[in-house]
């Protein structure tokens, strides 16, 4: 991975080589298989059936979910670098219409107490908090949270959203507290008809 994408976070993905075996034990004869890798991490399982294609002339093709940030700066960096090295092959990128996962990146990016708070407030009017918060308990203990470490105070935060709700789920697309485009609405319609 190093070598493709030198400044990734990865110091021990898993093993292209075990990869490729794992994927040709399973489909090396199916030369047009659809292989799914749901934890997609640095692409390893793309790279993989990238590799199997270049040998046997395969055109399988792979499907990567992964919902961490660094598939922007890693994963698709590797799949493409990959495939301008084989001179073969294409993929597209996307992501869902993000819902409790626009928290957690303003969390993430918050440098203090304050705009924690800020966030808080957002949180308490849009996000879809986990079935056991009490709205007012948390504000009851503000003086609580406030002396918190702010890497504490990010945690507990990123604790109280439902992380089943980090993108907007189809049943959801047309309800007009979202503002999906045409195009989320299609992308995500898409999506779950895989």
């Not at 928290?103 to 924690?116: C, G, Y």
């Not at 308990?137 to 702010?150: G, I, N, P, T, V």
């Amino acid at each position: 991975v190093s070598k493709l994408v030198p400044e990734n976070k990865f110091s021990f993905p898993k093993s292209l080589y075990n990869v490729k075996d794992c994927v040709y034990a399973v489909v090396g004869n199916d030369k047009e298989a659809i292989v799914l890798d749901y934890h997609a991490g640095s692409g390893t399982t793309a790279h993989a059936v990238l590799e199997l294609n270049k040998e046997d002339g395969g055109s399988r093709k792979f499907i990567l979910c992964e919902q961490m940030n660094y598939v922007e700066t890693v994963t698709s960096k590797r799949v493409q670098k990959v495939i301008e090295q084989n001179d073969k092959g294409s993929f597209v990128y996307l992501e869902l219409k993000k819902y409790n996962q626009t928290f957690i990146e303003q969390i993430e990016e918050a440098k203090d107490t304050e705009r924690l708070l800020r966030v808080w407030e957002q949180m308490k009017a849009k996000s879809f908090l986990n079935y056991n918060v009490e709205i007012k308990k948390q504000d009851e203990q503000m003086e609580e949270f406030k002396a918190l470490s702010l890497a504490e105070q990010k945690q507990h935060l990123c604790e109280l959203l439902d992380k089943n709700q980090l993108y907007v789920n189809r049943s959801s697309l047309y309800d007009a507290d979202f503002t999906c485009t045409e195009d989320e609405k299609k992308i995500t319609q898409d999506f779950y008809q895989i």
